[in-house]
């Protein structure tokens, strides 16, 4: 496991992506509140779950201070301890919170009906993703029960652009700077074959899913997935969202790709419709 040191400071932190955050100076932080939100951070990116001592090292926390703010997110439901492997969890209590901030979302309330409606027409998973920080991160799922293969995502997940079909839609909407810009940041990691790790490849792309206002990935983030996806705009005419088809290539294979994109482009269209884009 990779350690990631915490830097407890007045104005400075690195959070547990690694990434720098700068503080303004504010004498009304309460610090075992802002303790207890550092430790709920470092369990969100620990897919198996984190012991006292690991909680410590990653946050840079003593193991008294670790101990005793779990035990008190415990008591309200907030983290949960394995009792087998004695490691703690985010707990189910957090989804209330998650939740309650999702369905204030005009977006997501819009598209539900849009997107449940095209998964039962299709019989795939239909994501709806938002763009934040150089990445995509889906705010809703609707998955058809006709299949017995499960596409592992979730609401909240975040996944690259430059090698799903959502990025690229999403990129489309940005200026060359921007989309430069996040690259710069996020690089070109190679997830399969396909994957495109060339940044002028990857412009021509964008620049093509700009063009036909649809994108696709083609194998190039996950083994054996395909997908398509298509903007969703707000009524300035900008990018705010995008939905897309995914699936096994068994299922969603070449020659569905019309149709499937035809019908994709169509929901998008009508959800952008309902937030008063006007073509």
Same mark, same amino acid.
């Given at each position: 496991?990779?350690?990631?040191?915490?830097?407890?400071?007045?104005?400075?932190?690195?959070?547990?992506?690694?990434?720098?955050?700068?503080?303004?100076?504010?004498d009304?932080?309460?610090?075992?509140?802002?303790?207890?939100?550092?430790?709920?951070?470092?369990?969100?990116?620990?897919?198996?779950?984190?012991?006292?001592?690991?909680?410590?090292?990653?946050?840079? &926390? +003593?193991? /008294?201070?670790?101990?005793?703010? @779990?035990?008190?997110?415990? #008591?309200?439901?907030? %983290? !949960? *301890?394995?009792? =087998?492997?004695?490691?703690?969890?985010?707990?189910?209590?957090?989804?209330?919170?998650?939740?309650?901030?999702?369905?204030?979302?005009?977006?997501?309330?819009?598209?539900?009906?849009?997107?449940?409606?095209?998964?039962?027409?299709?019989?795939?998973?239909?994501?709806?993703?938002?763009?934040?920080?150089?990445?995509?991160?889906?705010?809703?799922?609707?998955?058809?029960?006709?299949h017995?293969?499960?596409i592992?995502s979730?609401?909240?997940?975040?996944?690259? &652009? +430059?090698? /799903?079909?959502?990025?690229?839609? @999403?990129?489309?909407?940005? #200026?060359d700077?921007? %989309? !430069? *810009?996040?690259? =710069?940041?996020?690089?070109?990691?190679?997830?399969?074959?396909?994957?495109?790790?060339?940044?002028?490849?990857?412009?021509?792309?964008?620049?093509?899913?700009?063009?036909?206002?649809?994108?696709?990935?083609?194998?190039?983030?996950?083994?054996?997935?395909?997908?398509?996806?298509?903007?969703?705009?707000?009524r300035?005419?900008?990018?705010?969202?995008?939905?897309?088809?995914?699936?096994?290539?068994?299922?969603?294979?070449q020659?569905?790709?019309?149709?499937?994109?035809?019908?994709?482009?169509?929901?998008?269209?009508?959800i952008?419709?309902?937030?008063?884009?006007?073509?």
């Amino acid at each position: 496991m990779v350690e990631i040191k915490w830097n407890i400071i007045p104005y400075c932190e690195t959070n547990i992506t690694g990434r720098v955050i700068v503080k303004d100076r504010d004498d009304n932080l309460v610090q075992s509140v802002d303790r207890a939100i550092t430790l709920l951070e470092a369990l969100a990116e620990g897919e198996n779950g984190y012991g006292i001592t690991e909680l410590s090292n990653v946050t840079g &926390l +003593h193991k /008294t201070t670790v101990f005793r703010l @779990l035990n008190t997110l415990m #008591s309200r439901g907030y %983290v !949960e *301890k394995d009792l =087998k492997s004695d490691k703690y969890r985010l707990g189910i209590r957090l989804l209330l919170l998650g939740s309650a901030i999702l369905d204030r979302m005009d977006l997501r309330n819009t598209a539900r009906p849009y997107i449940k409606e095209l998964s039962d027409d299709t019989k795939e998973v239909v994501h709806l993703a938002i763009l934040d920080e150089g990445e995509a991160v889906y705010i809703d799922k609707v998955e058809s029960p006709d299949h017995s293969i499960r596409i592992y995502s979730q609401i909240g997940k975040r996944s690259p &652009l +430059h090698c /799903t079909a959502l990025g690229k839609v @999403l990129l489309s909407g940005l #200026s060359d700077s921007e %989309v !430069e *810009k996040i690259i =710069k940041a996020k690089g070109l990691k190679k997830y399969t074959e396909k994957t495109i790790t060339d940044f002028q490849q990857l412009k021509e792309e964008i620049a093509l899913t700009r063009e036909r206002g649809y994108g696709f990935d083609e194998i190039e983030h996950e083994e054996g997935i395909r997908c398509v996806a298509a903007p969703i705009y707000d009524r300035r005419g900008k990018i705010v969202a995008a939905i897309s088809i995914s699936g096994p290539i068994i299922y969603i294979t070449q020659e569905r790709m019309a149709e499937l994109t035809e019908k994709i482009t169509r929901t998008a269209k009508a959800i952008s419709c309902q937030l008063g884009y006007l073509e």
